[in-house]
């Protein structure tokens, strides 16, 4: 683990904070993911009840903007008070560069700049018009690209956390 700067935070006054290790953060973004299955299911339920929608092709840029919309708020909301559940399953927190809870404007930026971990691929998707098969192929590609580029970052940061100007730490509380 990598020691960050020292940041001071209003659960513990004066506590130093460390750097989660890229292993630990990567495990807990596979596991994000696999949250966030439950969360577009109820999420495309919620649509499609709502829009009467009997054909998934049906309304799918709405579904996709609905979709972008609830994740916004599911990410805002938990890095606000702190954590995701799959960031409280690996003791890291995220918090600001003072060591402070992220506001919700805060949390909101930092999820739009989470979209370098997908757009970059999926615009060039789209600019070279690459199948579905290739698609997949240049997203981990990317994915794990975007998360090596942490390594050459000082505290060994996601560039869109140093963007944001956030940071993620090992949560010492134990909850």
Not at 28 to 49: D, K, M, P, R
Not at 85 to 108: C, N
Request: aromatic share 14%; glycine share 8%.
């Amino acid at each position: 683990m990598r020691r960050c700067a020292p940041a001071l935070s209003t659960d513990q006054p004066g506590a130093a904070w460390q750097t989660p290790g890229l292993a630990r953060r990567m495990a807990c973004w596979l596991y994000e993911g696999l949250l966030l299955f439950g969360v577009v299911f109820i999420a495309g339920y919620l649509f499609g009840s709502l829009s009467q929608t009997r054909n998934a092709l049906d309304n799918r840029h709405a579904l996709q903007a609905f979709v972008f919309v609830v994740f916004g708020i599911y990410f805002g909301w938990l890095w606000s008070n702190g954590q995701t559940l799959a960031m409280k399953t690996w003791h890291i927190r995220v918090l600001d560069l003072q060591g402070q809870r992220l506001t919700q404007r805060h949390a909101l930026l930092r999820y739009l700049l989470c979209w370098l971990w997908v757009l970059p691929p999926l615009l060039a998707a789209w600019a070279f018009q690459l199948s579905g098969a290739q698609s997949l192929i240049i997203l981990p590609g990317w994915v794990v690209i975007w998360a090596l580029l942490s390594l050459l970052h000082p505290q060994h940061q996601f560039w869109h956390d140093a963007l944001a100007r956030t940071q993620l730490v090992m949560d010492q509380t134990g909850h």
